[in-house]
């Protein structure tokens, strides 16, 4: 996906947000969560549940993505805006047919992202359990 | 009872009860810590690009460096090794989580890191950054931690 601000249209605050869990290094399976690393690239894809569904979002890991033993961490994107992560509603260049994609911008330079990133982590539901063991 | 599998990083002696108090624990016995920490970065030194299937780039070689040199100087016995993390812009993070109280090292660049101290049943939220050669500013960190997981 792109790293450079798109500018797309921010996604609507009640939006459900999908947040792809593909690195077994993210997912610390003992307190069954997702770790923080999985939000302090700069930016990062999502998918928006109300326009693929949550099978749309498995379809997308298992065969857009190849990661069929990943998981799916959901999110409000309005309690993320307040965690100064920002969602626009933009097309993923790696997948353009992908009508669902968000990319979220993470205010890196603010004094406070890592603790955002914790916050965010925390926040997050665990709408299908990775099996990175599988 | 079925058989518990044991990790040897992580054994610890139990905090001192009120009913016994002449000793309690002063720190870990983690006698492979050094080896664990660097096999784990020579794992994610073979990380390839895109290992997050959604274009990351591969860890960056220096951050790895850092990272390691930085384990190699701090005490011995200090705490159990840390969760070893990849982040998708191609830096890492150390992570020692226990029950709801954590710190994180994340590796911004070869020569910062940003620390995470993070205790919200105690209010703790603190973050800042400091050179990634201060084996003293790590050590104090690592003690905070250590010290919450014995009190």
Redesign the interface.
């Given at each position: 996906?792109s790293?450079v601000d798109g500018g797309g249209p921010p996604v609507a605050n009640h939006e459900i947000l999908l947040r792809?869990i593909?690195?077994s290094?993210?997912w610390?399976e003992d307190?069954r969560r997702v770790?923080?690393?999985a939000f302090?690239?700069?930016c990062?894809?999502v998918n928006v549940e109300s326009i693929c569904g949550l099978e749309g979002a498995l379809e997308h890991l298992n065969t857009i993505?190849?990661?069929p033993h990943?998981g799916l961490a959901s999110f409000e994107c309005g309690e993320a805006r307040r965690l100064s992560f920002d969602a626009r509603h933009e097309q993923d260049p790696?997948h353009p047919d992908n009508i669902a994609h968000a990319s979220v911008y993470g205010d890196r330079s603010s004094?406070?992202?890592?603790?955002n990133a914790?916050k965010l982590a925390r926040l997050c539901s665990i709408v299908h359990v990775p099996n990175f063991n599988g | 009872m079925p058989p518990v599998t044991i990790d040897p990083a992580r054994i610890s002696t139990e905090p001192h009860s009120d009913s016994f108090h002449s000793w309690g624990p002063i720190r870990y016995f983690s006698p492979n810590f050094k080896e664990c920490v660097s096999s784990r970065l020579k794992q994610l030194n073979q990380l390839e690009p895109n290992?997050?299937?959604?274009?990351?780039t591969a860890i960056n070689r220096h951050v790895i460096a850092a990272a390691d040199r930085l384990a190699q100087r701090l005490p011995d016995h200090i705490i159990f090794p840390p969760?070893v993390?990849?982040?998708?812009?191609g830096?890492?993070?150390f992570?020692w989580?226990a029950d709801d109280y954590?710190l994180?090292f994340?590796f911004e660049s070869p020569g910062e890191i940003?620390?995470?101290k993070?205790d919200p049943e105690k209010g703790v939220?603190e973050?800042d950054s400091f050179p990634a050669n201060d084996v003293d500013q790590a050590t104090a960190l690592i003690e905070w931690f250590t010290s919450r997981m014995f009190n």
């Amino acid at each position: 996906m792109s790293d450079v601000d798109g500018g797309g249209p921010p996604v609507a605050n009640h939006e459900i947000l999908l947040r792809a869990i593909t690195s077994s290094d993210w997912w610390v399976e003992d307190e069954r969560r997702v770790s923080s690393a999985a939000f302090k690239n700069r930016c990062f894809s999502v998918n928006v549940e109300s326009i693929c569904g949550l099978e749309g979002a498995l379809e997308h890991l298992n065969t857009i993505l190849d990661c069929p033993h990943g998981g799916l961490a959901s999110f409000e994107c309005g309690e993320a805006r307040r965690l100064s992560f920002d969602a626009r509603h933009e097309q993923d260049p790696n997948h353009p047919d992908n009508i669902a994609h968000a990319s979220v911008y993470g205010d890196r330079s603010s004094s406070r992202r890592s603790r955002n990133a914790k916050k965010l982590a925390r926040l997050c539901s665990i709408v299908h359990v990775p099996n990175f063991n599988g | 009872m079925p058989p518990v599998t044991i990790d040897p990083a992580r054994i610890s002696t139990e905090p001192h009860s009120d009913s016994f108090h002449s000793w309690g624990p002063i720190r870990y016995f983690s006698p492979n810590f050094k080896e664990c920490v660097s096999s784990r970065l020579k794992q994610l030194n073979q990380l390839e690009p895109n290992w997050d299937c959604e274009g990351a780039t591969a860890i960056n070689r220096h951050v790895i460096a850092a990272a390691d040199r930085l384990a190699q100087r701090l005490p011995d016995h200090i705490i159990f090794p840390p969760a070893v993390v990849p982040i998708s812009n191609g830096t890492l993070q150390f992570e020692w989580n226990a029950d709801d109280y954590s710190l994180e090292f994340e590796f911004e660049s070869p020569g910062e890191i940003r620390y995470l101290k993070w205790d919200p049943e105690k209010g703790v939220e603190e973050e800042d950054s400091f050179p990634a050669n201060d084996v003293d500013q790590a050590t104090a960190l690592i003690e905070w931690f250590t010290s919450r997981m014995f009190n």
